[in-house]
């Protein structure tokens, strides 16, 4: 089972969610899909994406999604700003520098 | 109009104009206030004695048609960290003394200790008074500010201390009135400064800048193409963007959701510091969430129409177009609850004090604003009272009517509630206390985010989340692909996003220009624009910055500052964070390089 968190306009994939409680929707893990197959597999393609994560760390889109897995979905307008940039080591919000900041 | 230095002594009520000196041309914002306070304030000095210095800068595009330009930087020696200090604000003032050719105000020297008159500065045109305004002690800043409107109808910018502030308390922020003078919640909060300004028996500088002028760039075309270039890509942003899409869909992230748009971003990367830093996700963290106050300011605009006052993509000063500020209302009344909540502030109200319930949390910042304290450090401190037994972890209520101690003046709990979260850990006994030069961590776990640690450590304004935008990929020319993670070039990274950080906080332009101005190249070249247009030549950003850097840096180590105080607290170095459980593992030496060519 993927545990998936949605937020933002994501929200609406589960009718009747709330902004201020927690929006879960549950699918069935299907052996070696990706992070790209997965969302796609909800209807949505990377550019309606901001920063997401599985099990708390950012998602790519060829990572390997395990079982029991926490995803969480942020919409395009939603990602790591501020001090949490430094999670990605670099201040563009629309690319993926190939950095690591410690 | 040619720029001009105010200078008030309040050890014989005088003031005076200089004329800027030559070497503070390109000067402004934080370059003016920490080269000012690096050259005229003894680093050794008590910050709440005679020779501590208040200075007040706008940036130095403050007043002008550049978007999101009118910042205002205050600067001192901290009373809370023993260095020197700069805090940075929206509001009002900035762009007033931008607009009456001020520079900054440097106001020094201090009254007989038995003195027991307060103060306030007025400042106008060519003209400064200062006035005897004891009227305005011992109130609450919701109501002060209505009172100085009441007083000064030409809407001043007003910015000073609170109760907090008068009673030198050293969590006590510098308030500043919004636009339309409902909250006094523009704080330059962190660092205790509100106490320098309560050390001086001044309650409020007011700045009424009728008669001023636009700020006029020396290469008018160039500033207002960059201008136009800037705007453009500013509103075309996904994050600093238009409120709504062409198809009135909800855009742009931070007027939707505001800086709070992080509190359920943080959770989900296990970053987000609960209950006084134990884990890094909060159960409760959409409860008091960006969409959570989205939601709601919706909900009660719908029940009640125009009689809400809540909103969001408001502006905190004129001219921003980024608009990330907002209004809690109340929702029975629809009335002004807070204006703003930001994510630092819900953060250090609640998750880091396992609060969950957004009208506590909102409750809290009022009560903060209006006794003059900076949220950061006030929420803390209360995490330290819950640690130290005082109530209970998670209790909204009682956080509440702890803080209301604080009007008491006789309140022992509420001196203590105010006095920032080094000398409450140690007065109740905790041994997990977040700091570092004296100064509370901000919403962001060092453990789970090795690069905030290295900000938190090594910048000299102690545990501060603004100081190391990660800013530098455009100026170090690396937007591409960087490699080697492990090298040297680490340390020059964190020493550059100092530098180019303390660059944005000299120009008057919001730290969140930053988001919009790495994506879009055409964004970056028009800021750069209005800057080289504005002063009519050319500067190098990373230079401007570094120098800044060198002069505090410098100041600290007179103070005393030496390596030791770029570390983490103990415990973040051994205490494995949930969920990654991951440890701060940078080394001293690492710390070390940071600042070692400077």
Partial sequence: MIETHLYGNLRSLVPGSKACEDTVLEKEFKEGETFLDFIKRLGLEMKNLGDCFIDGTLAKPEDVVKDGSRIALFPFNMVLLCGGQHIKGHGCTREDLDVNYY | ?598
């Avoid at chain 2, 120098?547 to 005393?560: D, P």
């Fill in chain 2, 1 to 598: 109009m040619s720029p001009k230095i105010l200078r008030i002594n309040m050890s014989d009520l005088s003031s005076k104009w200089e004329d800027l000196p030559n070497e503070y041309e390109t000067f402004a914002g934080r370059a003016l206030t920490s080269s000012i306070v690096a050259k005229e304030v003894d680093p050794t000095c008590d910050p709440l004695g005679k020779f501590n210095k208040l200075v007040i800068a706008p940036g130095l595009l403050a007043g002008t048609t550049a978007p999101s330009s009118g910042r205002l930087s205050v600067g001192g020696k901290s009373p809370l960290t023993g260095g020197i200090k700069e805090a940075n604000a929206g509001g009002l003032t900035g762009g007033k003394l931008g607009r009456l050719g001020i520079n900054a105000i440097i106001i020094e020297g201090k009254l007989p200790s038995d003195t027991t008159d307060w103060y306030s500065i007025l400042v106008q045109k060519d003209k400064c008074e200062i006035k005897k305004t004891s009227n305005y002690a011992n109130m609450g800043l919701y109501n002060l500010i209505k009172k100085v409107w009441e007083d000064y109808p030409s809407k001043p910018g007003i910015i000073g201390c609170g109760i907090a502030g008068q009673r030198l308390s050293l969590c006590a922020g510098v308030f500043g009135n919004n636009i339309e003078n409902s909250d006094p919640g523009r704080f330059a909060g962190r660092g205790g400064l509100g106490a320098v300004f309560g050390s001086k028996r001044i309650i409020a500088v007011i700045t009424d800048d009728s008669g001023g002028e636009m700020p006029q760039a020396k290469d008018k075309e160039k500033f207002d193409s960059g201008r136009k270039k800037f705007v453009e890509a500013l509103r075309k942003h996904p994050i600093t963007g238009d409120l709504k899409d062409a198809d009135g869909n909800p855009f742009g992230g931070l007027k939707n959701y505001g800086t709070n748009v992080l509190m359920n971003i943080l959770s989900e990367a296990g970053a987000l510091p609960t209950r006084n830093f134990s884990s890094g996700r909060f159960e409760g963290a959409a409860k008091i969430s960006g969409e959570a106050v989205h939601e709601l300011v919706d909900k009660v605009k719908e029940k009640l129409g125009d009689k809400s006052t809540g909103t969001y993509g408001h502006p905190c000063h004129p001219g921003c177009l980024i608009a990330c500020s907002n209004v809690v209302p109340y929702e029975d009344s629809g009335e002004h609850h807070v204006g703003c909540l930001e994510y630092e502030s819900a953060w250090a109200l609640g998750a880091n004090c396992g609060i969950d319930v957004l009208t506590d949390v909102t409750e809290l910042n009022r009560l903060c604003n209006d006794i003059g304290l900076d949220t950061i450090e006030a929420g803390n401190t209360i995490a330290m009272f819950m640690e130290g037994g005082i109530i209970d972890l998670g209790d909204g209520p009682a956080a509440i009517n702890l803080l209301k101690e604080a009007y008491n003046e006789k309140s022992v709990a509420g001196r203590l509630i105010c006095s920032g979260t080094l000398v409450a850990g140690k007065t109740l006994g905790v041994t997990r206390i977040p700091v570092v030069k004296g100064q509370a961590q901000p919403a962001y776990d060092p453990r789970a985010i090795k690069g905030i640690g290295v900000t938190y450590s090594t910048t000299p304004m102690g545990a501060d989340h603004t100081a190391g935008y990660t800013i530098a990929a455009e100026i170090l020319g690396i937007k591409g692909k960087v490699t080697d993670p492990r090298s040297i070039e680490k340390s020059a990274l964190s020493l550059t996003f100092q530098a180019t950080t303390a660059f944005i906080d000299s120009m008057g332009y919001c730290l969140f220009i930053a988001f919009c101005i790495l994506d879009d190249d055409n964004g970056f070249a028009g800021m750069m624009d209005t800057v080289n247009g504005f002063l009519g030549k050319d500067i190098d950003a990373g230079a401007y910055g570094t120098n800044i850097l060198k002069q505090e840096r410098s100041f600290n180590m007179k103070a005393g500052f030496t390596e030791k105080d770029d570390r983490l607290a103990e415990f973040f170095y051994n205490e494995p964070l949930p969920p990654h459980n991951v440890v701060f593992d940078v080394s001293d030496e690492e710390l070390d390089k940071v600042y070692k060519n400077l």
